[in-house]
């Protein structure tokens, strides 16, 4: 299986910031990862897939980037709302699998 | 506007077997493949399977197979997992989701999550 490995596991940050999630593939999955939004209690919410493209209805403050085995995910201008963990999945090659998570904390 | 509703958890044996079930609504679920992904207490995501489109094909994590069957009733709009032989680490949230293509093989994800469904696993 592909592990994907998220850094840093935890991240402080104040509104107005920019902060950037890492994650990397145990081997190369060319362009197709996913990024993900959870809130405590709710459904992870779709932010970004083909590691660049912005789904429909999230804000441009997120952006993606990468392919192969390093991926980033950028978030601009932190809003209150955007305090969060994050999770990375590897839509590649089955059985699909997500990074630990990073909690992005006020 | 694309609505996923997940039932059937509870608290269950170890040894026991439940079935979960996912309605589907607002789309054509008949034309997707759908994802079963879960998440234990205060832990990550854990993607479990995928079923295709017309109920197929079907593929699982290591950690489930054998034990877990997805299923999928298009008439209904219905998503099925089949919880057997459980154990105490299979307790957690269970989420249905929808691919994010309508055709083929997608590699981009899932885009619709259900609200979930808890299942805890104890004697």
């Known amino acids: 299986d592909i592990q994907m490995t998220q850094s840093p596991s935890s991240v402080s940050a104040s509104v107005g910031d920019r902060v950037t999630i890492t994650c990397r593939a145990s081997?190369?999955?060319?362009?197709?990862l996913a990024w993900y939004q959870q809130t405590p209690g709710k459904a992870p919410r779709f932010l970004i897939y083909a590691a660049s493209n912005l789904q429909s209805g999230v804000p441009s403050r997120f952006s993606g980037r990468g392919s192969g085995t390093d991926f980033t995910l950028t978030i601009s201008n932190l809003q209150p709302e955007d305090f969060a963990t994050y999770y990375c999945?590897?839509?590649?090659?089955?059985?699909?699998?997500f990074g630990q998570g990073t909690r992005l904390d006020i | 506007q694309m609505h996923l509703v997940e039932s059937g958890g509870g608290v269950v044996q170890p040894g026991r077997s439940l079935r979960l079930s996912c309605a589907a609504s607002?789309?054509?679920?008949?034309?997707?493949?759908m994802h079963w992904v879960r998440q234990a207490p205060g832990k990550g995501l854990e993607w479990l399977a995928i079923?295709?489109?017309?109920?197929?094909?079907?593929i699982y994590s290591d950690s489930v197979k054998g034990r877990f069957s997805i299923s999928r009733d298009n008439s209904k709009n219905t998503l099925y997992l089949q919880l057997n032989s459980l154990r105490r680490e299979d307790t957690a949230v269970y989420y249905c989701a929808k691919d994010y293509c309508d055709t083929g093989r997608c590699p981009y994800g899932m885009d619709v999550w259900g609200q979930g469904t808890t299942v805890t696993v104890s004697s």
């Open positions: 081997q190369g999955i060319s362009k197709w």
């Open positions: 079923i295709s489109y017309d109920g197929s094909h079907d």
């Open positions: 999945l590897q839509a590649d090659t089955f059985p699909f699998t």
């Open positions: 607002g789309f054509s679920f008949g034309s997707y493949g």
